[in-house]
């Protein structure tokens, strides 16, 4: 039988360690084509002197040709390139990407996954954190590094011993015990630790519930304007989410009784409506409990903001006005420590606990422990408490400085919505400035300034901006505040 012969491409020996060099330029010469299925390879003397390399190296580089199956051995024969490359392996040749594209362009990929790559596509501009005025981050500047640093070594040395042996689904123990006992003395929350469960964050949070509550079909009440990222979630789970107006005194509960009177779920921000930071009113919240108990439907309480508030307490989390069980709790810490914290929490109804440790552990098994632990010891200490009081105070002052500049350099192109809480501040568009042009001016600036179009699910008949303003010095608010005068 005549062996398949063909003449042996140029192969070119670069710098590095030869035998990774050989088994590198004869692999690249088979997948670009210039050596083809069943051609014959030279005998490792022939290869050694037309590449000018010992006869080791080239054995050597052979071998992991021959283990990687890119090569065969025929007894009494010689060696040859496999026959058996698929065509998708074998690169197309400089010039064309054709092919490679006409993969792509034929991936089938979710219809809900489609609409929410169209929401990703307009959160692009929030992912530079460094950006003056962005929205969501908290005091940064203000995180006690040593004291965080000198308990993340306490904890490692304290719990070192244990590691395997600490991977509760529903998190580390002290830590969840530790937030229990803070949320029911702050917040008013009715609940024991175990029914604590650690998160990575509010979007895991929403994801659990969405992956424990819902099947595809079932309605999603959200605020309009509201997050973007509860309504990326709850679009991804198959929700039919319904647009709910708000006002000063947050969600209209009325209202949404009247656009949907059978929601399954109730995503809420009842102590800092976001992104115009009402405070859902008493009698609403008492009026809401109350439907919802007889109508079975749950609530989602995101209360990520409820230590900001500076003028005025809280009212007391949903949570702890609920006497009927329908209140899931999510807390987060990103907000107060900085946002790459991911660590959150859900507090869930006692019947509803099981579900959701099961839902944790098929997500990603637990949190990173030695987190939890620091945090543990950082509440215990009294760290944290005294944490919330510096940023607390450093906030209300950024804040009062950010709207005293905007009063000063932009009192015909902006009008402050007052808030006595938040880390942002909306602020509504005078005279004839249209939102899109003053975004499109911010983003070529750097700045951080967000769309108030980008929370809103309907159109609404103002348009305005957000700033952010935790994240800042004074000195940059103003200087900030003054470039954006510049650029509008």
Known sequence: MKNKQSTFPTIIIKSGVIKDQVYFAIKDAILEGRLKAGARIPSSRGLAEMLSVSRNSVLAGLERLFDEGYLISKVGSGTYVTALIPDEFVVVPNGSSKACNDRVSRLTISPAM??????WQKTQPQLGRHKLFNVGVGCVDLFPHEIWGRLL???WRQTRK???SVGDPKGYLPLRKNISDYVRSVRGINCSAEQVIIVNGTQQAMNLVAQVLLTKGDKVWLDNPGYDGALSVFTVAGANVQSIPNDEDGMDIEQGKQICPDPKLIFITPSHQFPMGGMLSLP???SLLDWVAEKEVWILEDDYNSEFRYTTHPIQALQG????????YAGTFSKMMFPEFRLGFLIVPPQLTEFFTVAKYYADTCSAFLDQATLALFIAEGHYARHIRRVRAACLQRQKVLIAAIQRYLPDKLSIHAADSGIHLLCWLRGSL???DAITKCREAGLGVQPLSRYCQQPIDRQGLLLGY???TEQQIIEGVKQLATIL
């Open 114 to 119: 489609e609409a929410v790559h169209s929401l």
């Open 153 to 155: 070594g306490r904890a």
């Open 162 to 164: 244990s590691l395997g």
């Open 284 to 286: 609403r919240r008492l």
């Open 321 to 328: 006005l609920d006497k009927y069980q329908r209140v899931i």
């Open 434 to 436: 249209a939102e899109a």
């Open 470 to 472: 935790a994240a800042h």
